[in-house]
């Protein structure tokens, strides 16, 4: 089964544009209790009742990105375990929710989507999440960098990879998959994301604080 998730503000052109470039068996709609009082999501049930194609609302708050994270991703997992196949269309909602939307298809590893007048599909790597893509330790030096942070801030921060070698293994292998730069200003070595490496740590601390 091909199951559709889309994020839905005030406007259904964006749902409807992704229900006919992507085939689908059933559809979700990501939205709000208040969105779902709204001409357009009363529309897009008329719509979708022509084509007789099973619908169900997922109810998020559309402006806490965390929350929104969380009931999207499983939702997701559970949808996965059920050995659906997973389309997302991440436009049509508020800003977080797009967001979270993004996220969470990065991180459950499934195929994005952003259809606003032309389909563009999102970069996806091999289906997998980011929690697979890193080891716990790159995980946790990632959660650590703030804008630029030093290499003794990291050290501080990170209990378990006290090792100074050890530390910089880890800081190399982030560097070798785009996720950080390093630079010196004088007073050591500064750690900085780049905007791939931004978009993983968010990823990752929302799924270390899902596991608290």
Known sequence: ?????????????????????????????VTSEENTRSDAYRELLEINALASTPL?????????????????????EEAKERKELI????????????VAATLVAFQCGVEAYHI?????????LNLVSIGERLTEEEKEVLAEIH????????????????????RKQVLLGLRRKGLLTSSGDGKGIMIS???????YRIAVIMELQARS
């Open 1 to 29: 089964m091909r199951t559709l998730y889309c994020t839905l503000g005030f406007e259904r052109s964006k749902v409807t544009e992704a229900m006919r470039a992507l085939g689908h068996d059933k559809i979700v709609i």
């Open 56 to 76: 169900e609302t997922l109810l998020v708050d559309k402006f806490d990105l965390m929350a929104a994270f969380l009931a999207l991703a499983k939702h997701i």
């Open 87 to 98: 389309l997302m269309n991440v436009a049509g909602g508020t800003r977080a929710l797009s």
């Open 116 to 124: 606003e007048g032309q389909v563009m599909r999102l970069p996806q």
């Open 147 to 166: 804008e630029a942070t030093s290499v003794e801030a990291i050290g501080r921060a990170c209990a378990s990879i006290s090792d100074f070698e050890r």
């Open 193 to 199: 994301l780049t905007s791939l490496g931004e978009y």
